[in-house]
Every structure is written in structure tokens, then in C-alpha cells.
């Protein structure tokens, strides 16, 4: 494993998403398994790692921080653990994925940091991200909020999740941000936009789905069918059977950089991001040890300047399928 930072914190260049675990890809996992797997992470290097407050299921629906919690409990003082506030899913309506409900305002946060504290176990959480904009809150506020948060040693370090240039720029000048958690992978560029800000205020950039959902792995095919209802992909477009063909270009491109790199697809995947800025921290998620230890080895291949920009050039032009983009959200 490599280490890099975002803003003034140290992670792992490639950090662990723990959602999967407890959300979005069907079952919860095992525990047991799941606090095994946490652990060996660790032993891997991993010192990154992200939940969310809302991460779980309607019976359970902190079930993530709980297990990330126990978890990393025995090697608190060396991870550093994100999480999120701001959002509930709308567990009424019937659609997949669930729409989300903003809600940042102050009296809230300060619930949910007090809760997301105790199901991790710990009494301070490392980086704090507003999960999505909530229109009806100032962002000012929030990050007014954080700062209390931060003077209090409730937090160490904040950021925000999905947001743009004008929210960063604003939130920043009332309290420094650590962080920007964004979608960001081959197939979904947009907020290449941010770099320039994002450098400008020394702020770092953590890829969310880095791998498309897991499709950049280049391990599944037509063949591939998610039914469950639970697990998300049964309703993005980039798993959908003719997604396959129109990817054949993209998956190509993937494939033969691998084979040129001695390494395998999710870690080019993952290496034309680590390569293309030194504050780019994914984190992947996977429930799964070799895909752990795969994805971990990202951080070791080596991709030029010019490589990456290659890549960059072959992705402009190239046909694509539809990728999922993102979860509805309530307006209130
Ligand atoms: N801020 C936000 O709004 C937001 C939104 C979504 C996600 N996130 C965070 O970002 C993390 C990662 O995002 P994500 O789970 O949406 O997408 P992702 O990391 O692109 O993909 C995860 C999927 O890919 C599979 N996978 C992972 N590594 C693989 C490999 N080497 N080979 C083949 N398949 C592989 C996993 O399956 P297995 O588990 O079966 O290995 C899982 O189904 C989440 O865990 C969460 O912490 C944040």
C-alpha cells in the first residue's frame, strides 16, 4: 500500500468502502465475516476507510457504522474512518434505489454526530462529510456547525459529498474543507471540472464507485443478471445485457492497458485516477478478500503523465453506454 494526502490528512492511497457490507448490493453481509475482512484490510495496509450514517436497512438502518465500529476498534489510533450525515432514504416509496431526503440542519447534525460517535465506537470521528446539498440550509451553516464540531474534538476534519464548485468555495471560507467525495470513474468525468478548485484550496478528491459499481473490473458479462431488488444494480443501466456491447470499446482499452501494465482491469481502473492527481483517494468497495487485496495493489502501478493522458484522449471519444448517475432526491 502507498499513502497520499487529501487536504492536511494522511490516508491510504486506496481507501475501503464499506456500504456494500450493509447497502445497495442485496444482502447484508456477515458479520463475522465481514469484522474478519475489516481486519485484514488493516494487516493490507488500509488506513481509509467510509461509511455513512445511513448506510443499513430498514430494520438495521445504521447496520454499517455498527460494524465498521466494532470492527476497527482495535486499531483505532491508525484508520482513519469517514462518515456522513445529512441524508434519510424515503423508505416509503417503492422505487429502486430509494430516493433520499436531505436534512442538514443544525440541531440534526448535531444528533447524528452523537449517534454516529457511539456506533463507531469512538470519540472522534476523522473526516465528516454533508452527505448531499439540502437546499432549505445555508451551506454557511453547515459549515458553522462543523466548526463547533470540529473546536469541540467531536470531528477532526470535514467535507462534502456530490457538491460543486460554488457550495466548495462557500463552505471553505467558514470552515476549511478536507475533502470532496464525488462519483468519479471512466464512464463519468464531470467533476474533472473541480480540479483547478480543488487545488486551489488544497482540498483532496475521494472517487466515489470508482469502479462503475464494480463494472470497470471488466468481471462481468451479458451473462451477469442482478433480479434482487435490493441490490442496485439491478437497475443501472451500465448492467443492463446491450450495456455490454456498447462498452466493447471502453472494456477493450481497459483490458490491454492491463495486460501492458502487468495488471489486472479494476486496478487500471483505479491507477488512471491515483496517477492523475496526488490528492485522489478512492475507495472502492468490496466484500471480498482477493478483490481487497487486488484493489489495494492499484496503488503500485505506475501510469505516466502521459499515459493517463492518453487514456483521457481514448475515453473523449469513445461511444459509451449509460452509467448510473446518482439517487433521486426529495424536495421538501
Ligand atoms: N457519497 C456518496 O453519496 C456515495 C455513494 C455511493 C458510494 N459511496 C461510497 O463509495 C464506496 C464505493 O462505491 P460503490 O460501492 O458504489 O462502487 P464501486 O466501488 O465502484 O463498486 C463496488 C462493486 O464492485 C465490486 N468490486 C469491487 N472490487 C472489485 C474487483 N476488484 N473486481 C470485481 N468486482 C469488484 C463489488 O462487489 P463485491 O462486494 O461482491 O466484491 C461491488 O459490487 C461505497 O462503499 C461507499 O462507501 C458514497
Not at 447534525?109 to 448531499?132: A, F, M, N, P, W
Amino acid at each position: 500500500m502507498k499513502y497520499r494526502k487529501i487536504g492536511n490528512l494522511e490516508v491510504s492511497s486506496v481507501g475501503l468502502g464499506c456500504m456494500g457490507m450493509s447497502h445497495a448490493y442485496g444482502e447484508v453481509s456477515d458479520k463475522k465475516e465481514m469484522i474478519e475482512l475489516l481486519a485484514k484490510a488493516v494487516d493490507l495496509g488500509y488506513t481509509f476507510f467510509d461509511t455513512a450514517e445511513i448506510y443499513g436497512t430498514p430494520d438495521e438502518p445504521h447496520h454499517n457504522e455498527s460494524l465498521v465500529g466494532e470492527a476497527l476498534k482495535p486499531y483505532r489510533n491508525k484508520v482513519v474512518i469517514a462518515t456522513k450525515f445529512g441524508i434519510g432514504f424515503d423508505y416509503s416509496s417503492k422505487t429502486v434505489p430509494l430516493p433520499l431526503i436531505p436534512d442538514s440542519r443544525p440541531e440534526t447534525i448535531r444528533k447524528s454526530v452523537e449517534g454516529s460517535l457511539k456506533r463507531l465506537q469512538t470519540d472522534y470521528i476523522d473526516l465528516y462529510y454533508q452527505h448531499r446539498l439540502d437546499e432549505n440550509i445555508p451551506i454557511e451553516d453547515v459549515a458553522g456547525v462543523m466548526k463547533e464540531l470540529i473546536d469541540e474534538g467531536k470531528i477532526l476534519h470535514w467535507g462534502l459529498s456530490e457538491a460543486v464548485e460554488e457550495t466548495i468555495r462557500k463552505a471553505h471560507k467558514v470552515c476549511p474543507v478536507t475533502a470532496i467525495q464525488n462519483r468519479y470513474h471512466m464512464m463519468y468525468r464531470k467533476y474533472e471540472s473541480l480540479f483547478p478548485v480543488l487545488e486551489d484550496l488544497n482540498i483532496g478528491f475521494v472517487p466515489f464507485s470508482p469502479l462503475a459499481n464494480g463494472l470497470l473490473s471488466n468481471k462481468y458479462n451479458k451473462e451477469t443478471v442482478f433480479t434482487d431488488k435490493k441490490d442496485y444494480r439491478s437497475a443501472m443501466p451500465q448492467f443492463k445485457p446491450q450495456a455490454y456491447d456498447a462498452n466493447r470499446e471502453l472494456f477493450e482499452l481497459i483490458r490491454a492497458t492491463a495486460v501492458e501494465k502487468n495488471a489486472t482491469p479494476a486496478q487500471i481502473s483505479l491507477a488512471w485516477m491515483i496517477c492523475k492527481k496526488s490528492y485522489i483517494a478512492p475507495i472502492p468497495g468490496t466484500r471480498k478478500f482477493d478483490r481487497l487485496k487486488e484493489n489495494a495493489g492499484a496503488a503500485d502501478i505506475e501510469l505516466t503523465p502521459d499515459e493517463v493522458g492518453k487514456i483521457d484522449e481514448a475515453l473523449n471519444k469513445m461511444e459509451m453506454s449509460e452509467v448510473y448517475g446518482g439517487t433521486k432526491i426529495v424536495k421538501k
